[in-house]
């Protein structure tokens, strides 16, 4: 699952999927997850965004807020991210999702990652 685009002067990027970081569950109240992208030619700058999902009868939805990075020339980006879990709410799979920017092409799709984790976080993270 990863994306592709190019355009007429050159620019190219790919996200890579979303992967979670091990260990998923083993550290109470967290979810973790990491995010990267690469550019190469002349793209000029990139950013990504990011958000944990959760299933629903419906379609995923959003677990908690989208979190986003600031544009950088950089051709390589990796995150690490990480939303507090609900422990004790009902339980749902859960699953990131990222989307990346290149200056001159735009947003790129939503790209889910190919893991998940079934947990009980409950439906949305806890508020600070």
């Known amino acids: 699952?990863?994306?592709?685009?190019?355009?007429a002067r050159g620019a190219e990027f790919n996200s890579h999927p979303v992967r979670c970081l091990l260990p998923w569950g083993r550290r109470r109240g967290?979810?973790?997850?990491?995010?990267s992208q690469a550019c190469?030619?002349?793209?000029?700058?990139?950013k990504l965004q990011t958000q944990m999902w959760r299933s629903l009868w419906s379609g995923p939805r959003g677990y908690d807020n989208w979190h986003g990075t600031g544009l950088t020339s950089n051709s390589f980006i990796d995150y690490g991210w990480s939303t507090d879990c609900n422990d004790g709410g009902g339980t749902y799979t859960y699953c990131p999702?990222?989307?990346g920017y290149v200056s001159g092409i735009g947003w790129g799709p939503k790209t889910r990652s190919n893991n998940d984790l079934?947990?009980?976080?409950?439906?949305?993270?806890?508020?600070?």
């Open 97 to 99: 999702v990222m989307q």
């Open 40 to 46: 190469r030619g002349s793209f000029g700058s990139q």
């Open 1 to 7: 699952m990863s994306q592709h685009a190019t355009v």
């Open 118 to 128: 079934r947990k009980g976080c409950g439906t949305r993270f806890p508020n600070p």
């Open 30 to 35: 967290v979810v973790q997850w990491e995010t």
